[in-house]
Every structure is written in C-alpha cells, then in structure tokens.
C-alpha cells in the first residue's frame, strides 16, 4: 500500500538468474527488480512489473512462463509504466494504475482505455469482481475502498470515511460482493476497541485482516491465526501479503518460520504450509481458481529475487525464469 505501496501482500524458491547490470551507472546486482504480479484465471499468464536498473526505466508485460516468452506492454502516452495488476475474469483484459489512474488493457491488441480522471488522492491496488461487473481499488487519504461499476463507469464508496484506516493492503473478493483486506488503524469505533483486546496491542501499526460485505461495516476475521502469530514472536504485527481464490475459499500468505518467510494456505478453515524454502519471497499471486500460485524468492538472501511457480495440488515448484526474459518495449 502506499497506502501500502511497500505492498502488505507477497512469495518462493531455487535457480537465480545469472542476468546482473554491465553499465548503467555502476549498479550491483541483477539488472531487473521484479516489483509486481499477478495471475490470469488460469494461471498461465502472469502480468508483470519490473524495473531496469541499466536503462534506469520502469518495465511491465506479460509472461507466458510455461512457453517462457515475453511481451512488454508499453505505458500510456506521456505516462509511466502501469504497475498494481489485474486480470479480469474471463482473463482478456488487465487493469493497471499508470499515473495515479486506472486502465483497462486488451490483452488482444494491448490497446488501454482510461477509466479514471480523478486527480484527488492516491488510487492502487485494483480489483476485478469476480463476475466482472467492476473494478474495486484502494483509494485514500485517508484509505477507502471504491467500486467502479460497468458498463456505466459510476463510482460507489464501498468503504465509507467513518469506517476508513490508515493503510489498506491490496483487497482480494470472495464472492461478488464480498471482499477481504488488512488494515492498520481502523477509523471505526468498535474495530479500534476490539483491537485493544489483543495481546500487547500497537493498533496504530498492527496489521489485522478485515471481511467486509458491500453495505456493511468491515468486521475482524482470522483472529486466532493473530494471536497465535503473537504467541510465537513478541514483535508480530501481523501477516503479510494475503491473497485470496475468486470465491475466496483459499487464501494464501506469508508466515515467519524459524526466521524464514514461508508460504502458507487457508482451507476449510485450517492452515497449511505450503513451502519449505527458508528462502526470502515476496509478492504472492494467486489463479482465481486457487490451483496456482507464483511469488518471487531469493533463496540466497543476497537481494537476488527470481519468479516462481507453485501448484498448489501437488506441492510442485519450480522456477519460469522470468529474470533472464525481461525486455523494455521498443523505443
């Protein structure tokens, strides 16, 4: 967010790209930093945001990574790179943010259209519904949730200001008018009460995870897994970059074992570890069917991250070596 820009939401493992930076002003390390994903419905295609550290330029396209081809997808005109991906349900289009506003792109002809022409506050984060009557994003300040409902392009604030936080991590639906997120600092009476309740409470800086129906006040979920979080590490604030199936029936993120981040799955309400990398990861995705999740890790700790694939049936991971097919579009 940026509103929780340094996203709340992340993820793992093996073979890093041998790509580093020759020129470009003599930065160390790999040449691209990969800064954003997400997954197409069916999990095939990943859309990407990166930076090239040599052309000192932001990037973003599409990775096919099981044919390991990929296509960059230029900004709007006179605009940066879009980063915050979407895709839609029926997987033929994106949303992005580029500029502070929001786009759709045809996958077909990478044609954007601009859906947005509010220059107040910041907007992030946006969503497809499930059924892709609209797009829900992250606004602020102070952080809200607003739906931009089709065909017509009209705005309603799901998240009205008495019921505002301080940040909102990127929303995730779990059914057409459902919709689960973390926050820190709930505006809402109640919620602020109820975040005293919980042990060594900071609630300014804590990061709980909220349910909220259209309509309603958010209410707190997955309080056990806080406190049990707590149990373990006096200085837990919370679980980060959790992300959610189209019906919200699976949910992924990451957990500290041993000192290592690891990847985590909730199901039929129990959770279960889903890798055993002890490598750093961040910036989790996950198919709308909930059958496939990608992350990016390091597992040698250096600052060295590489996409990855997990098939959440099997438990079988593998690395797309995404790093060594990045490109900026033709100038």
């Known amino acids: 967010m940026a509103t929780f820009r340094t996203k709340l939401f992340g ?36 859309a990407v945001q ?19 081809d990929f296509t960059p997808i230029p900004a709007p005109a006179g605009a940066r790179a879009y980063i915050d991906p979407s895709f839609s349900p029926d997987g033929k289009s994106l949303v992005a943010v580029s500029d502070n506003q929001l786009y759709l792109i045809d996958l077909a002809t990478l044609k954007a259209e601009k859906i947005t022409d509010n220059a107040q506050g910041f907007k ?4 497809f519904a499930p059924d892709g009557s609209g797009v829900l994003y992250v606004g602020s300040n102070p ?8 065909p017509e392009r009209t705005e309603i604030e799901v998240l009205e200001a008495k019921d505002s936080f301080s940040t909102i991590s990127p929303p995730a639906f779990g059914g057409n008018d459902r919709v689960i997120f973390q926050g820190t600092n709930p505006r809402n009476p109640d919620l602020a009460r109820q975040l005293e309740q919980f042990p060594d409470p900071r609630p300014q800086t804590d990061i709980h995870t909220y349910g909220l129906k259209f309509g309603a006040a ?3 979920i997955l309080k056990n897994l806080w406190i049990d979080g707590k149990g373990k590490n006096k200085w ?19 957990d500290t074992v041993k000192e290592s981040p690891e990847l985590f799955l909730i199901e039929n309400n129990s959770l279960r570890q889903l890798t055993h990398l002890g490598a750093a990861m961040r910036l989790p995705a996950i198919s709308f069917d909930g059958g496939t999740v990608a992350f990016v890790a390091d597992p040698g700790h250096g600052g060295s991250y590489n996409m990855h ?9 593998s690395s797309t070596g995404l790093q060594s097919h990045l490109k900026l579009p033709a100038e």
Do not use: M
Request: contains cysteine; charged residues 25%.
């Open 11 to 46: 993820l793992v493992v093996l073979a890093v790209s041998a790509c580093s930076s020759g020129g470009g002003g003599g930065y160390e390390g790999d040449r691209y930093t990969i800064e954003g994903l997400a997954l197409s419905p069916d999990g095939h295609l990943a």
């Open 50 to 68: 990166f930076t090239d550290h040599e052309a000192h330029r932001a990037g973003f396209g599409l990775y096919d990574w099981k044919n390991r």
């Open 124 to 127: 992030e984060a946006p969503v």
């Open 143 to 150: 952080a809200r949730l607003e739906f931009i409902k089709f």
């Open 218 to 220: 958010p209410e707190l």
């Open 236 to 254: 837990f604030s919370g679980q980060h970059d959790l992300r959610a199936s189209k019906d919200g029936l699976r949910i992924i993120l990451i």
């Open 309 to 317: 694939i997990l098939d959440v049936a099997s438990g079988k991971e």
